[in-house]
């Protein structure tokens, strides 16, 4: 009777040790999927850009207050590196290029509510059973085998970060002296979990030239691999 009872038992705990390591795999999973989650950008762009700019030299505005700030330079460097590939190039120093880059960037928090699927963890009973060979075996409880079961939905509140870059290209050429005219204006607005401003300028300033200058109007979404930086969707 003992190794009768051993065994009925043995289904009932294997069944809970393989939930429970079922249950830790999907925890696993789920934090590798957020660790993973790809850096998101909505870009909203503005031009009218001349056909004669290839070649044309630039150089930043930057206020009388900021102009040995080590941060806003980094930022400068980026945006550079994309000036340059679309044929400009930097104006040298103390001069001041036919385009004036103006960079503003900015970091803060909302509250965004929405509602959230909740699900149920049930066990069921297993009443007792005669085998074959009219042994008896007295019932149990188990993990539902259909899984978690839909209850319902709640409203919950997710504290999101905002942080932004505006880029503005004004050029000179054409315009009252000392009063450049825009002709492009962009806008790359990340929402998501919190991150270094630093670390996000880069991803921004790429996603505000990708296409450029782009459709007026425009709004895009500009995804990256948040392992290898690279571009995965536009």
Not at 25 to 35: E, G, M, R, S
Not at 157 to 170: A, F, G, M, Y
Not at 196 to 223: I, M, W
Request: charged share 20%; aromatic share 12%.
């Amino acid at each position: 009777m003992k190794q009768l009872f051993r065994l009925q038992g043995l289904p009932g705990i294997n069944a809970l040790k393989s939930w429970g390591r079922l249950g830790m795999v999907l925890v696993a999973t789920a934090l590798l999927a957020a660790c993973a989650s790809p850096i998101t950008a909505k870009v909203t762009s503005f031009n009218q850009w001349p056909a004669d700019a290839a070649g044309a030299t630039f150089s930043f505005i930057r206020p009388a207050d900021n102009l040995n700030d080590l941060e806003q330079q980094a930022y400068e460097s980026y945006v550079q590196v994309q000036l340059e590939k679309i044929g400009l190039k930097r104006a040298a120093k103390g001069q001041v290029g036919r385009f004036q880059v103006d960079i503003v960037t900015g970091s803060t928090t909302r509250d965004r509510k929405y509602r959230e699927a909740v699900y149920q963890d049930y066990y069921v009973y297993r009443p007792p059973y005669r085998d074959a060979a009219g042994n008896v075996f007295p019932g149990f409880w188990a993990p539902d085998p259909f899984g978690s079961r839909y209850v319902g939905d709640r409203e919950v509140t997710r504290t999101l970060q905002v942080s932004n870059l505006r880029l503005r290209l004004l050029d000179s050429q054409g315009s009252t002296p000392g009063k450049p005219h825009a002709v492009f204006e962009s806008r790359a607005v990340y929402e998501g979990d919190n991150e270094d401003l630093p670390d996000l300028v880069p991803y921004l300033v790429r996603a505000v030239f990708d296409g450029f200058p782009g459709q007026n109007g425009r709004v895009r979404t500009v995804k990256f691999d948040s392992k290898t930086g690279a571009m995965v969707s536009q």
